[in-house]
């Protein structure tokens, strides 16, 4: 079994996920699979390349009809 790293985020937090991604590269040294899952925004390609993070855009789900 393998391990992964994964976050989510919208772009107001994006700048706390890469700050994780930072410090789990550098810090943890971590060297597995990272997969960054963004709500509705496309993270930058030079970013995700340098880190090696496997990105995922997923769409806004409605969440009125709960609320």
Request: charge should be positive; aromatic fraction near 14%; charged fraction near 25%.
């Amino acid at each position: 079994m393998n391990t992964v790293v994964v976050l989510l985020t919208d772009k107001p937090y994006f700048h706390k996920a890469k700050r994780t991604i930072m410090d789990v590269r550098s810090k943890g040294e971590w060297r597995g699979d990272i997969v960054l899952i963004t709500v509705d925004f496309q993270a930058p390609t030079n970013f995700l390349d340098f880190y090696s993070v496997r990105p995922y855009v997923v769409k806004h789900i409605d969440t009125n009809y709960i609320l």
